[in-house]
């Protein structure tokens, strides 16, 4: 199987819709990719709070329609990263960062809306609504499992995707420098605690003041990492067996090992 991250540099000085035209035209050239992933809001920025309300779309808006094209012409299934979605209008509407991914025929096949929020009591966790529903997809070589960015942090979340079935666990993000070291850890950890691959692909560039850490890596079920960008916009290419997820667990069966429901016990003073 083959797999193309596109790390794509946000940056300010490029306008949403150019740099719309921009990735569609570097997924074109992926022909000849199984999957083809884009990071975590690329349309505008995962730190550009500012923009999230005006540039927020509905699953089937221009962000889709552009990148349904390109799937279609380089016949590659396209996880297209995520863009802020618009539910309904007025003081109703509600904002979610969801992902799209896209058959080779350019259709919509799932959205996951992310789970875990980031930012606290600010930015995405005050503008955005949380999704609840975890999600897989089965392509023709394997099933892959969905996470956007802060859901790496929450290791319960990926068990929970291998538990229905997943064996590739793709996280688009839009990570910042300054904690890069957590983003190549957490990538290596989820691989590893989960028997899977993981493909994570981040941002480049400096958006809103915030660098991004780039360093997108690909990761085999045993820890190792088969790939990793540098630090600006690059395509990252990789080849890999999908059938060593299912010899790994079989080989060293630690998943077989879970203890489950084990009780809690009380709090003592
Ligand atoms: O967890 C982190 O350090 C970064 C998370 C993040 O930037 C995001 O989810 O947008």
Known sequence: MRASLLQIAVDPDESVESRRLRVAALVREQRGADLVVLPELWPMGAFAYELFATEAETPDGPTFRAMSAAARDAGVWLHAGSIVERV?????????????????????????????????????????????????????????????????????????????????????????????????????????????????????????????????????????????AGDGEEVLTVEFDPARVAVTREQFPALKDRRLGLAVPPVRD
């Not at 999600?135 to 969905?146: H, K, M, Q, R, Y």
């Not at 989820?190 to 990761?219: I, K, P």
């Open 88 to 228: 309904g209008d007025g003081p109703s509407r509600r904002l979610y960062n969801t992902s799209l991914v896209l058959s080779p025929a350019g259709e919509l096949v799932r959205t996951y809306r992310k789970i875990h929020r980031f930012g606290f009591d600010k930015g995405e966790a005050t503008l955005m609504d949380a999704g609840g529903e975890l999600v897989t997809v089965a392509l023709p070589e394997t099933t892959i499992g969905l996470a956007t960015c802060y859901d790496l942090r929450f290791p319960e979340l990926f068990r929970g995707l291998v538990d229905a079935g997943a064996h590739l666990l793709v996280v688009p993000a839009g990570w910042p420098a300054r904690r890069r070291a957590h983003w190549s850890l957490l990538a290596r950890a989820r691989a590893v605690e989960n028997q899977s691959y993981v493909l994570a692909c981040g941002t480049a560039g400096t958006h809103a003041g915030v660098e991004q850490a780039g360093h997108s890596v690909v990761v085999d079920p045993w820890g190792e990492v088969l790939a990793e």
